[in-house]
């Protein structure tokens, strides 16, 4: 059974810095790519970042440059750096197999606000 548990949110001022973190079971986490997702109050899911095996990594031109996705294949576990952050990246942040489709856990959430 595939298992995904974020953590690592909060609440941050503007400008501010948090690093989200997804530990994984159930799978072989090191033969699949992985994804963060957020949804905002009133939006739906976004697609922010997936890391591709062979240490490949896409990202939402919303987060280019302020987010980034690493992960440790040794310990099944996915990292959100993120920085810089803005009011407008308050979210439910949830890690997910695969892309936006793939299963996903339980989310964390991030407020950003002074």
């Known amino acids: 059974e595939v298992q995904l548990q974020a953590s690592g949110g909060g609440l941050v001022q503007p400008g501010g810095s948090l690093r989200l973190s997804c530990a994984a079971s159930g799978f072989a986490f090191s033969k699949f790519a992985m994804s963060w997702l957020r949804q905002a109050p009133g939006k739906g899911l976004e697609l922010l970042t997936t890391?591709?095996?062979?240490?490949?990594?896409t990202y939402a031109d919303s987060v280019k440059g302020r987010f980034t996705i690493s992960r440790d294949d040794a310990k099944n576990t996915l990292y959100l750096q993120m920085n810089s952050l803005k009011s407008e990246d308050t979210a439910v942040y949830y890690c997910?197999?695969?892309?936006?489709?793939?299963?996903r856990g339980q989310g964390t959430l991030v407020t950003v606000s002074s």
């Open positions: 997910a197999k695969g892309g936006p489709n793939g299963p």
């Open positions: 890391s591709y095996t062979g240490d490949i990594a």
